[in-house]
C-alpha cells in the first residue's frame, strides 16, 4: 500500500481546468509515479465526466472530489484501473473511505494548485480528505455523495463502452454503510447570539477599514438575508452576478435576480434591511445608492484589479474572518459553549440560519420560493416547532 505520503490534486479548479473534450490526456507522470496500464484512459474518461458539470460550481466540487478519491485508492492503494473494480472492491474502498491514511488527512482546506513561473504546480500541503483540526469523522451524507456520485460515474462509463457493469449497483446493501433516519438531518445553524456576534464583527471591520471590509459586511448581508448560496456570488462561466440583477418592479419592489443550484434562475425579494444593505456598500464604493436597469459592474467587486471575485475559497475565507473575530468575543464575553460550536460553522450555515429565522414569521410557501427550494418539504426541515413541542411534552417525564 502506497499510503506513507499523500497524493498530489488530479483535478484543477473548475475555472483552471483545461477542457479535456479538446485535449486529449496523453501521461499522468506530472500526478503520480506509477499507475496502471489502463489509468490514462481512466483519466480522460474521468476528467471529461467532472468537466460535463461545469455547470454548477457546486456538483462540479462534489464530483471531482468523490471520482479524485476513488483514482487515489484504485491507482494508488489496489493498483487497478476502472476497468478491474469489482461489486467487492467497492465495498473495500467504501471501508477506506471512512479511515483513510492518517498521512492523507489535512487539518484545513488549502488551494489544490498554485502558479509557479507561470505554470500550475500542485500544492504539497493539500490532501484528499480534511477534519478542520479535529478527528476526521465520515458523516451520512458524505457517504450517500459516494454511492450516488460513484454510480454515475459508472453508468457514464458504460455509456461510453469503456465498462460493461456497474459494481455500485450491484451492492445488495448499501443500508448497512448508511444508516437509516426516523426524521430529516438535523439543519446546521448559528444560534441568534452567535448571528448577532459574528454580524457585530463584520460591521465593526467595516468600520475599522472601510475600504476592505465595507465588501465584507454585504457579503455577510447577502448569504444571511436573500438565503445565497456561495456560487451565487463568484463570477462562473455559467453565471457573472452583477449589480443590475437588483431590479425594481411596477410596484416599487425590489427583486434579485440569481442562477442557483441546477442552473435555475429565481428571483429573491429583497427586504428594506437588505435594501438598506445594498446601499451602503454601493455608496462605499463611489456609485449611486441604488442600481441603474442593466448595471454590469460586478455584484462582489475585487480589491485589486478589475471585475468580480471569481473564487468560491475567497468568499469562504471572508467569512471565516468574521466566525473568527466572533468566536474571539464570546469567548471573552463568557460564552465559552456558543464559541466552540461555531468553530465548526461553514458559509452555507449562513443561508440556513437565514431560512431558520424567515420560517418563523413568513409564510413557507414565500421562503420556499426565494430560497429556490424544490419542494415546501424540503423548506419544512427548517420549523423547528413540532420538535420543540415533542421536547417539551417529554421534559417532566418521571423515571420514579
Known amino acids: 500500500m502506497q499510503n506513507k505520503t499523500s497524493p498530489a490534486a488530479f483535478f484543477d479548479t473548475l475555472d483552471e481546468m483545461a477542457n479535456p473534450f479538446k485535449q486529449a490526456i496523453v501521461s499522468l507522470v506530472h500526478l503520480v509515479e506509477e499507475y496502471p496500464k489502463d489509468a490514462v484512459s481512466d483519466y480522460q474518461y474521468a476528467s471529461e465526466f467532472i468537466y460535463s458539470y461545469r455547470g454548477s460550481p457546486d456538483t462540479f466540487s462534489t464530483y471531482r472530489r468523490e471520482i479524485e478519491h476513488f483514482l487515489h485508492w484504485c491507482w494508488l492503494i489496489e493498483n487497478k484501473s476502472l476497468n478491474q473494480i469489482v461489486r467487492e472492491n467497492i465495498e473495500t474502498y467504501v471501508e477506506f473511505a471512512k479511515q483513510p491514511p492518517l498521512a492523507w488527512i489535512g487539518e ?42 460513484l454510480s454515475s460515474f459508472f453508468n457514464f462509463l ?34 441568534p447570539l452567535q448571528w448577532e456576534y459574528v454580524l457585530e464583527a463584520a460591521e465593526c471591520l467595516a468600520s475599522l477599514d472601510p475600504s476592505a471590509h465595507e465588501r465584507t459586511l454585504f457579503i455577510m448581508n447577502a448569504l444571511f438575508a436573500m438565503y445565497l448560496r456561495i456560487s451565487e456570488l463568484v463570477d462562473t462561466n455559467r453565471w457573472q452576478p452583477q449589480m443590475g440583477h437588483f431590479q425594481p418592479d411596477q410596484e416599487g419592489n425590489w427583486w434579485f435576480i440569481t442562477v442557483g443550484k441546477g442552473n435555475k434562475e429565481r428571483e429573491i425579494s429583497v427586504s428594506d434591511a437588505m435594501l438598506s ?68 460553522a461553514t458559509v452555507h450555515w449562513l443561508r440556513h440560519t437565514g431560512i431558520s429565522e424567515d420560517v418563523k414569521h413568513r409564510p413557507r410557501e414565500h421562503v420556499r420560493d426565494d430560497a429556490g427550494h424544490g419542494s415546501s418539504a424540503i423548506t419544512d426541515r427548517y420549523i423547528d416547532v413540532e420538535r420543540a413541542e415533542r421536547h417539551a411534552s417529554a421534559r417532566k417525564k418521571l423515571i420514579r
Open 158 to 191: 458504460i455509456q461510453e463502452n469503456y465498462l460493461k457493469a456497474n459494481p455500485v449497483s450491484q451492492l445488495r446493501q448499501k443500508s448497512k454503510f448508511i444508516r437509516k433516519h426516523q426524521s430529516q438531518s438535523k439543519i446546521r445553524r448559528l444560534s
Open 108 to 149: 484545513k482546506n488549502v488551494a489544490r494548485f498554485m502558479d509557479r513561473a507561470g505554470e500550475r504546480v500542485a500544492n504539497e500541503a493539500w490532501r484528499p480528505y480534511v477534519s478542520n483540526g479535529g478527528e476526521y469523522v465520515v458523516s451520512q451524507a458524505t457517504l450517500q455523495s459516494l454511492f450516488s456520485v
Open 277 to 344: 444593505a445594498l446601499k451602503r456598500y454601493r455608496l462605499s464604493r463611489g456609485l449611486h445608492p441604488l442600481p441603474s436597469p442593466g448595471e454590469s459592474s460586478p455584484l462582489i467587486h475585487k480589491t485589486r484589479g478589475k471585475g468580480g471575485i471569481a473564487s468560491t475559497r475567497q468568499i469562504r475565507g471572508i467569512v471565516q474572518i468574521c466566525f473568527d473575530h466572533a468566536k474571539e468575543a464570546m469567548a471573552k464575553e463568557g460564552f465559552p459553549d456558543d464559541a466552540e460550536r461555531l468553530a465548526n
